[in-house]
């Protein structure tokens, strides 16, 4: 791969990962209800199925894919219902259980890289990228094993920064938000947002 061609990998995998989808929404629910690091497991979860949907695409295991989305129909109804019930908590939450919020999340880094990981692997819009849209950007039958490793990095680093800026964006927010009224407008922000990237995941 040369240089130019990792250049625009990058750019179009950032550009990819910024758009609106349901992981996207649940990095800013997150960021808004819980701050910055709390996002960290759940976009690193959805960082690592992505690169998995690029590898089988790399090695041509599109179809494999394809049956492997379908067999993840059960999961991904879980991971929509855990959404949705995590966006309720956040709705009904005050002001004085922040911090409770906010330490249940952070004990359950694990729980947060699954559902992450959930959210991505039974995204439509992740499968069609790396399924069908990436062999249209780049000839993925000229790549060697250095190749798909470099593109593997590409994809971690590119998804990685978009996803945090993102959480950085929307968790500044909080710090102006001191005010009980204030801080539940924010909660119930959070938990629209949450409950609405669960619905259209389910959907």
């Known amino acids: 791969m040369t240089f130019e061609g990792a250049l625009s990998f990058f750019l179009a995998i950032f550009i990819f990962g910024i758009t609106p989808g349901p992981g996207v929404f649940a990095i800013l629910a ?32 599109a179809t494999l894919a394809e049956h492997w989305s379908e067999a993840f129909l059960l999961v991904r109804i879980v991971g929509a219902i855990y959404l949705i019930y995590l966006g309720i908590k956040m709705w009904r939450a005050t002001r004085q259980q922040d911090l ?31 399924i069908a849209f990436l062999p249209t950007f780049i000839d993925l039958t000229i790549l060697n094993h250095g190749d798909i490793l470099l593109a593997a990095a590409l994809t971690l680093f590119a998804l990685l920064i978009g996803l945090m800026l993102i959480a950085a964006g929307a968790a500044s927010a909080r710090r102006y938000v001191r005010s009980p009224r204030g801080q ?20």
Not at 30 to 54: H, K, P, Q
Not at 107 to 130: C, D, R, T, W
């Open 184 to 203: 539940k407008v924010l909660n119930r922000t959070a938990g629209s947002v949450m409950i609405g990237a669960g619905t259209y995941l389910i959907s």
């Open 30 to 61: 997150r960021a808004l209800a819980s701050g910055t690091a709390a996002c960290f497991s759940l976009a690193l979860g959805m960082v690592i199925s992505d690169i998995i949907y690029l590898v089988l695409a790399c090695y041509g295991l």
């Open 100 to 130: 409770s919020i906010d330490v249940a999340v952070k004990e359950k880094s694990s729980l947060s890289f699954l559902q992450g990981f959930i959210i991505s692997a039974s995204n439509p819009k992740v499968i069609l990228f790396y």
